[in-house]
């Protein structure tokens, strides 16, 4: 068994692929933890992978137009 981290700039189209590659890598056992942005932090452990949070400053969202703070939800 391995252990492997997965990482994803916190982007949907990113983000989604990886969770597809990361449920397919714990269904084979192995260890995986995923490194993405926190509103992606319940789809990340739905795929069973532990969730770990970016930075603040790197955690953005791209729905929100450039400059507009990010909420804290």
């Given at each position: 068994?391995?252990?492997?981290l997965v990482c994803s700039c916190p982007?949907?189209?990113?983000?989604?692929?990886?969770?597809?590659?990361?449920?397919?890598?714990?269904?084979?056992?192995?260890?995986?933890?995923?490194?993405?942005?926190?509103?992606?932090?319940?789809?990340?452990?739905?795929?069973?992978?532990?969730?770990l949070p970016l930075p603040p400053e790197?955690?953005?969202?791209?729905?929100?137009?450039?400059?507009?703070?990010?909420?804290?939800?």
């Amino acid at each position: 068994m391995a252990s492997v981290l997965v990482c994803s700039c916190p982007i949907t189209g990113h983000v989604v692929p990886m969770l597809a590659v990361a449920a397919g890598l714990v269904n084979r056992g192995h260890s995986v933890r995923f490194l993405t942005g926190q509103r992606f932090a319940d789809r990340v452990t739905a795929s069973g992978a532990t969730f770990l949070p970016l930075p603040p400053e790197a955690d953005f969202d791209e729905r929100r137009k450039a400059g507009a703070p990010r909420s804290a939800s």
